[in-house]
């Protein structure tokens, strides 16, 4: 923690403010011999571009596109991107997914054989304080008594106090993810002194309290749902972040549900106007931001936004063996990721949602390192909907929707299944059937009341959202990651799947910031 507070306020006070964001939050850079608090915190204009930058922090690793300026020195920038580094957590420890580089310690991941010492893990770690941190400096700058002494008032300090809650979202949802990847982390906020100190460590279940508040606090301060500029949050981004650690509470707060918030903040959603896209692939192609269905998205363009993570990384690495990297609006494959004979068990043949790339490729994972072992995905594209390629054949357009509706859907259906307060049976199957509907194009697919029961559920989760981000969350919630209960190829490192020990359901804190923190204690097993 030592190490990263030194990176993060060496970058903050020299090379903060980014050229460009996303889409409709791109700006202009500031010349970095220009770069003090009393003359970029002056207007609007100024707050505008740091925002810019927070946001940014989601979806590129430093101030050039696609490497060579990064945000965290000693990190490469390709997995130590935010959003691919959240994907490697979230997928890559699953059924869902297996990659084939040796790139040091990756295989370990799918095996659940990862330690304190794996770079991969404490370059998601470093990324998600970084963007914690930017956030903090936002909020600090932002207050009442900073925007009095800079004379900002009327609708523009509104327009700055509702920044001020964007940032506070951004916070809660990286202190989200630091709540649900490792559990016990450093804690720090806008009121801790900036420069070189010691963070003392919050437990689990108070973060998740922290957490909650904070969206709570935000929620009415936040622009209505729909009703902000295109890739910035709102409350229905605040909501569904809500439902999510709802549905999740029993996990993070000792045991205590609350599948009846979890419900309450999933209608919220579900009444503010979005609605399915009528065709399932269309969320996932390089014009995904006409979707009226992504209620929050980390934005890609391959001119603005370059990286080596993001949408660029999930698209490129998919591709190889007989793929045509042309079909995918790409100009080369990385041969990397694929997937696993247990979620392909999952879709039946009338699934179109189960986009497999079959030719050449093998069912079954004999060797993960060797691409045509495992069938390829093909989800993820850089070409539009009418099926023109993206603007750049290496960086892509496409959108990753962090949030969508049928995602909110499901959780409402799951938290009425397990007994929360408020709920409608029958609407639970109406949103279910709705998604299966959309997916097979008819009624065929749907299913009756006794049908639907948490297992199933889960399952369903799987084929409407594989790819995106949920799977370990999921298997955690429903004890099946770890747990003998159930075993996907490879998992435990053999070919047939092994139960893991309880200890590989948090990841480690970096040995690094152990040993140099006295305030931090590792995680059990570790």
Not at 329 to 356: C, H, I, N, Y
Not at 433 to 450: C, M, Q
């Amino acid at each position: 923690m030592k190490r990263i507070f030194k990176i993060t306020f060496m970058v903050l006070a020299t090379t903060l403010f980014l050229a460009s964001c996303v889409k409709d939050l791109n700006t202009l850079p500031i010349d970095p011999r220009d770069m003090t608090s009393a003359n970029v915190y002056t207007s609007l204009h100024g707050y505008k571009q740091v925002l810019a930058k927070v946001y940014a922090g989601l979806s590129v690793s430093g101030q050039q596109g696609p490497a060579g300026n990064p945000d965290i020195s000693g990190i490469d920038e390709g997995f130590g991107e935010y959003l691919r580094g959240y994907w490697y957590h979230q997928e890559l420890t699953t059924d869902e997914a297996v990659i084939g580089w040796n790139d040091q310690t990756i295989k370990n991941f799918h095996a659940q054989a990862w330690g304190s010492g794996d770079v991969f893990i404490a370059a998601m770690y470093y990324r998600i304080f970084f963007q914690i941190t930017q956030c903090n400096e936002f909020i600090r700058e932002s207050t009442e008594s900073k925007l009095d002494e800079r004379g900002i008032s009327g609708a523009d300090r509104a327009e700055v106090l509702r920044f001020r809650a964007e940032a506070r979202f951004l916070r809660a949802l990286s202190y989200y993810h630091a709540l649900d990847l490792f559990g016990n982390v450093p804690f720090v906020t806008e009121n801790d002194p900036v420069g070189k100190f010691f963070p003392t460590q919050i437990h689990r279940d108070a973060l998740y309290s922290y957490v909650e508040s904070e969206l709570l606090a935000i929620e009415p301060v936040m622009a209505p749902a729909k009703q902000n500029e295109f890739g910035r949050a709102d409350q229905a981004a605040v909501w569904t972040l809500l439902a999510k650690l709802y549905l999740n509470a029993a996990i993070y707060n000792n045991g205590q549900s609350k599948y009846t918030e979890c419900i309450t903040y999933s209608d919220k959603v579900i009444q503010a106007g979005y609605s399915l896209d009528p065709d399932y692939k269309n969320i996932f192609l390089a014009d995904n931001y006409n979707s009226n269905e992504i209620i929050y998205r980390i934005n890609f363009d391959g001119l603005k936004t370059q990286t080596w993570g993001g949408t660029t990384f999930i698209i490129h690495a998919a591709i190889g063996g007989s793929m045509v990297p042309a079909d995918f609006g790409v100009g080369g494959g990385w041969g990397g990721t694929r997937t696993t004979s247990s979620l392909v068990a999952k879709f039946p043949l009338a699934d179109p949602r189960g986009m497999f790339w079959t030719d050449g490729q093998s069912l079954e994972i004999n060797d993960i390192g060797t691409f045509t072992d495992g069938y390829a995905i093909t989800k993820f594209k850089n070409v539009t909907s009418m099926g023109i390629a993206g603007q750049d054949p290496t960086y892509c357009d496409t959108d990753f929707p962090l949030f969508r509706l049928a995602d909110v859907y499901l959780m409402y259906a799951e938290a009425v299944l397990r007994g929360g307060s408020g709920g409608d049976a029958g609407l639970a199957l109406d949103y279910v059937n709705e998604l299966r509907e959309r997916a097979y194009g008819n009624t065929s697919g749907n299913i009756n009341a006794s049908q639907l029961t948490t297992d199933f559920i889960l399952d369903e989760r799987a084929r409407e959202l594989y790819w995106e981000g949920h799977r370990r969350t999921d298997l955690i919630r429903y004890g099946k990651f770890s747990e003998s209960t159930y075993l996907w190829p490879w998992k435990g490192g053999v070919p047939s799947g092994a139960s893991t020990a309880v200890t590989y359901n948090l990841f480690p804190l970096p040995s690094s910031d152990v040993s140099a923190n006295s305030n931090l204690t590792q995680n059990l097993g570790y």
